[in-house]
């Protein structure tokens, strides 16, 4: 129960203060991204490495990156909702010998971004014991999407209501790796920069190359997108526009819905 503006600091000192480095601050969007970070939990904790320390820190790899997005979005109360979306990457061999790895992209943890939520939660003034308990709610059964064709467009059907269907879509734009420029609530659109995935999306997995990933986004020029989410009571369609405003119904539309059903799924 606090604006945004009065929450940016807080948060944005949460993740500097867990180890993170922030690689995208934009308060007039509310957007907060973390870089790569490697995911330590795996490390194996011998005595051989507690006697070492952490000199030799980067001799240990768990073939795991994480990066995290927090959204901060007003609502017409006053208050502030916050978002937590994870993306990762695994480096996996690309033979038999184990001579070569490639980076990809693994599934959004959940648990991590509930972990994270609730970490946060305590940093804004909840206590353990009720941060815990939230964390620790069952999770409410989601409605399964779908994509299907309306008027020759592709689209996406959830048979839920606006609210919830907008914070879903919210949420997996920012799972899969969109960027969100802009948004309005009111009207049902998210204002989207949308990369054309290369056919050949592998990449060599050593370190001069970790960011890969992210940098082929930038490899090609990304077009301008709306996503717009209209509901009818428990109804909800999401589809694609172009910056125009006009329905979009090329191969790139019905990528991005593909993603979006997938990820909504």
């Known amino acids: 129960n ?9 948060v944005r000192d949460f993740w ?3 180890g993170f480095v922030l690689t995208v601050e934009q308060p007039k969007l509310g957007l907060l991204e973390t870089d790569w970070a490697e995911n330590r939990a795996k490390l194996p904790q011998d005595i051989i490495r507690s006697t070492i320390g952490k000199v030799f820190d980067s001799l240990y790899s768990t073939g795991e990156r994480d990066k995290f997005r927090t959204r901060l979005e007003r609502t017409a109360g006053g208050a ?22 490639i980076w990809q992209p693994r599934p959004a943890n959940a648990e991590l971004e509930t972990e994270f939520l609730r970490r946060l ?4 003034g909840v206590s353990e014991e009720q941060s815990k308990a939230v964390a620790a709610a069952p999770v409410p059964v989601t409605p399964s999407a779908r994509m299907a064709t309306l008027n020759n467009v592709p689209v996406v059907q959830l048979d839920e209501g606006f609210d919830r269907a907008w914070r879903r879509v919210g949420v997996s734009l920012d799972r899969t790796g969109f960027t969100v420029e802009d948004r309005d609530r009111s009207q ?3 204002f989207v920069r949308y990369v054309a995935p290369k056919g050949d999306k592998k990449e060599p997995g050593f370190l ?13 020029p990304p077009l301008k997108y709306r996503i717009v989410v209209r509901s009818q009571g428990e109804a909800t369609t999401v589809s694609v526009l172009n910056a125009a405003g006009a329905p979009e119904s090329s191969a790139n539309a019905e990528s991005i819905v593909r993603v979006l059903a997938d990820d909504l799924k």
């Open 188 to 190: 049902g659109v998210y």
């Open 208 to 220: 001069g190359k970790l960011m890969s990933f992210a940098s082929s986004e930038k490899a090609v």
């Open 121 to 124: 939660m305590v940093k804004l």
């Open 80 to 101: 502030t909702e916050i978002f937590i979306t994870h993306r990762g990457m695994e480096e996996v061999y690309t033979s038999s010998q184990k001579d070569n790895t």
């Open 2 to 10: 606090r604006p945004a503006d009065q929450l940016w600091e807080p």
């Open 16 to 18: 500097l203060e867990s």
